[in-house]
T-cell receptor, first 111, second 109 residues
Framework: DSGVTQTPKHLITATGQRVTLRCSPRSGDLSVYWYQQSLDQGLQFLIQYYNGEERAKGNILERFSAQQFPDLHSELNLSSLELGDSALYFC??????????FGSGTRLTVV | GEDVEQSLFLSVREGDSSVINCTYTDSSSTYLYWYKQEPGAGLQLLTYIFSNMDMKQDQRLTVLLNKKDKHLSLRIADTQTGDSAIYFCAERNDYKLSFGAGTTVTVRA
């Protein structure tokens, strides 16, 4: 157990739908990062939050959004889902910006 | 720019040493990382090296960094079947990680 908790582990949904992925960072970590892992794109950085504020944005689609709550957990919202959004979504947390601890991921399948 | 490259596959005999290579392009990267991903699992941090170091050793793992050539390698001594996994090299830019495509290491008996 890495200390970073992601739920759900698996999600199957239809095209056009909206889903929410949840991440609880390791205790004491203020930063949360979201990554997407797909066969064709590899591991891509999506977005970072630090203590509730958006810090950096990567290759995140406009259909995707995220937030970090006062208790530091984060949610990634994916809407108008397409087949190509099927991927593993990872959350990572860090305090020092040196060590990054990853969760076990949410596998999203869009059918 | 950010571009991390790794060879895609490595096959090694059990008990031998494995060497996984990686090149990166951003000379301002302050930390470089090696992560391991087993089938169906998340990313496990193996080790990282600060850019002002050229070597780091941690039990069976040795990381070598050639900053001039922007080349990073991971050596696994006495490779075991449990070392079969995908190994990702990553560089840190502006507090986020940029990953290579991963090297699939297969350990054969």
């Amino acid at each position: 157990d890495s200390g970073v908790t992601q739920t759900p582990k698996h999600l199957i949904t239809a095209t056009g739908q909206r889903v929410t992925l949840r991440c609880s960072p390791r205790s004491g970590d203020l930063s949360v990062y979201w990554y997407q892992q797909s066969l064709d794109q590899g591991l891509q950085f999506l977005i970072q939050y630090y203590n509730g504020e958006e810090r950096a944005k990567g290759n995140i689609l406009e259909r995707f959004s995220a937030q970090q709550f006062p208790d530091l957990h984060s949610e990634l919202n994916l809407s108008s889902l397409e087949l190509g959004d099927s991927a593993l979504y990872f959350c990572a947390s860090s305090t020092t910006g040196v060590g990054y601890t990853f969760g076990s991921g949410t596998r999203l399948t869009v059918v | 720019g950010e571009d991390v490259e790794q060879s895609l596959f490595l096959s090694v005999r059990e008990g031998d040493s494995s060497v996984i290579n990686c090149t990166y392009t951003d000379s301002s990267s302050t930390y470089l990382y090696w992560y391991k991903q087993e089938p169906g699992a998340g990313l496990q941090l193996l080790t990282y090296i600060f850019s002002n170091m050229d070597m780091k050793q941690d039990q069976r793992l040795t990381v070598l960094l050639n900053k001039k050539d922007k080349h990073l390698s991971l050596r696994i001594a006495d490779t075991q079947t449990g070392d079969s996994a995908i190994y990702f090299c990553a560089e840190r830019n502006d507090y986020k990680l940029s990953f290579g495509a991963g090297t699939t290491v297969t350990v054969r008996a």
